[in-house]
């Protein structure tokens, strides 16, 4: 039996470049649950270092800290 990782190379290597590009993803999550698409999408932003939402994007670029909790910066930049 091949296993989860052989399972995605065969994948890659049989699907046409569109598929893998532009439907792979979506179609592995239309099979995920939400807590799993949650825990999936926590651990790739995290590993990834990308923003998990416009709002943290937003702080980041504009090297503010950010509450993941409430989805807001922390310090406002003050007008002078």
């Known amino acids: 039996m ?3 990782y052989d399972k ?3 994948l890659k290597e049989t699907c046409s470049q569109d598929f893998i590009e532009n439907q792979l993803m979506d179609a592995m999550v239309q099979w995920m649950g939400e ?3 949650d825990k999936f999408y926590d651990h ?13 994007l937003e702080a980041k670029m ?9 989805d ?6 003050v007008k002078a």
Do not use: G, H, K, V
């Open 2 to 4: 091949i296993n989860r």
């Open 8 to 10: 995605m190379e065969w």
């Open 35 to 37: 807590d799993e698409f």
């Open 44 to 56: 790739l932003c995290r590993n990834w270092e990308i923003a998990r939402s416009p709002n943290e």
């Open 62 to 70: 504009s090297d503010r800290e950010y509450d993941p909790d409430t």
């Open 72 to 77: 807001e910066s922390l310090n406002e930049w």
